[in-house]
């Protein structure tokens, strides 16, 4: 049963230092008593969510990029992140994102690749994200291009074409932070993924704090229809 999750609802316990190596528990914990400047919520599958608690309520596991995301300015409240999830069904789990205490600055997608895996069209796919921004009131929107995967790399990067199109369609920020992880075929540079569809926690750390960096310093949003800029 696809589950409906109200965001918004922001745990306190959510920060830390985004970096190559895994820093001390106790560093995040002191760190999660500052506000962030910017606060985000994120909309994702797998890739997002990965061996976090409870991704939703801001519960984030160490592989997941969002953890390295988070810290020096930076707060992911959590937001809504299953294993398997297309488009529609994120679209179907999300429902009035921001509307708690704590308003999110930014939202932050990342989803297409279980459609390419169902074989979904990109139109159906880029609606859906269209739709997932509308419902979230969060002032900027991050599309962030999917993750490689194994023998569809030829589909991802299509789709991330896509994606980047949209963005400057809708005035978002584009943002590609698997570059030190795909290969020039689109899928998994060596050692970067155990099973050719996730991340090993490396590469989670590397699309992590190149997320973090595009969510400090948001160069390539841009009014809809001007000329789309990147970071990444």
Do not use: K
């Amino acid at each position: 049963m696809r589950r409906v999750v109200v965001l918004g609802v922001a745990l306190a316990t959510v920060a830390g230092c985004a970096g190559e190596v895994a820093p001390p528990t106790a560093a995040r914990v002191s760190d999660a008593a500052a506000d962030p400047a910017v606060a985000v919520v994120a909309v994702g599958d797998s890739i997002t969510e990965m061996d976090s608690p409870d991704f939703d309520a801001g519960q984030i596991g160490q592989g997941s990029w969002a953890w390295w995301a988070i810290g020096h300015g930076v707060g992911v409240l959590g937001g809504w992140a299953h294993a398997g999830a297309t488009t529609d069904d994120m679209l179907e789990g999300v429902q009035n994102v921001g509307t708690g205490a704590v308003r999110p600055d930014v939202l932050v997608l990342m989803g297409g690749n279980n459609d390419i895996d169902w074989g979904i069209p990109t139109e159906d796919t880029l609606d859906d994200l269209v739709q997932i921004a509308a419902l979230v009131h969060a002032p900027r929107v991050v599309l962030s291009a999917v993750a490689p995967e194994d023998g569809l790399g030829e589909e991802t990067l299509a789709l991330d074409a896509r994606l980047e199109a949209l963005a400057q369609q809708q005035g978002w920020q584009y943002v590609d932070p698997m570059t030190q992880c795909r290969d020039d075929d689109g899928d998994y540079r060596p050692g970067t993924s155990l099973d050719g569809v996730h991340p090993t926690e490396q590469a989670a750390a590397h699309i992590g704090v190149a997320l973090h960096e595009a969510l400090l310093h948001p160069a390539g949003a841009t009014a809809p229809g001007a000329a789309a800029g990147q970071t990444g």
